[in-house]
């Protein structure tokens, strides 16, 4: 099985897939970090250097290559799910599962790490239109999990496998 984490940047999908795959026995993947080893530079320089449109480019081949994955759990970008090739993808190869805390959540992630990090966090007001234009295509994901700010990524990890396991997913 295939677990895809969707969600806004600094949703935790990282920190979760991490705690998640160590629960389960899975292999663990980062779409951002395995593009970063590919191309040997940071997810901001290559849309600096490259464009966002050949680093969706990256991040669909990337994505492809996780569906011959067996028991995966994959953390994608903050933006992987807004295309429909990459919806299709996911929703042939395995299970999707937004992470969905409150926007006051994610600014105040957003605020406290590495700004520079995120090529697509400029200031507050912009990061709320990227949400707001991304959350009809999370809202597709197979399964929403609320997530709190005390939540810790082990107890995220729980709430999901426990999700999957009500739906029947063999994990």
């Known amino acids: 099985m295939r677990i895809y984490l969707i ?5 935790g999908k990282t920190k979760v897939g991490i705690s998640l795959s160590g ?19 940071s997810v901001r320089e290559i ?10 480019d990256l991040e669909h ?4 290559r996780t ?10 970008g903050g933006g992987t799910m807004t295309f429909e090739r990459n919806r299709a993808l996911i929703r042939d190869s395995g299970v999707s599962v937004w992470l969905d805390p409150s926007f006051e959540i994610l600014l105040e992630r957003l605020a406290r790490g590495a700004r ?3 090529p697509l966090f400029r200031d507050e007001e912009q990061a709320r239109s990227l949400y707001d234009s991304r959350l009809d295509a999370y809202r597709m994901a ?14 995220v990890a729980g709430k999901i496998a426990a999700r999957l396991r009500e739906r029947s997913c063999a994990i």
Do not use: H, K, W
């Open 7 to 11: 969600g806004f940047m600094a949703a």
């Open 23 to 41: 629960l389960l026995g899975y292999r663990f993947c980062d779409l951002d970090q395995e593009i970063e080893g590919q191309v040997g530079a």
């Open 47 to 56: 849309f600096e250097r490259r464009g966002e449109d050949s680093f969706r």
């Open 61 to 64: 081949g990337c994505l492809e």
């Open 67 to 76: 569906a011959s994955f067996e028991n995966a759990v994959i953390a994608t």
């Open 116 to 118: 520079g990090s995120r």
């Open 142 to 155: 197979d399964l929403r999990i609320e997530t709190m700010a005390e939540d810790t990524p082990g107890g």
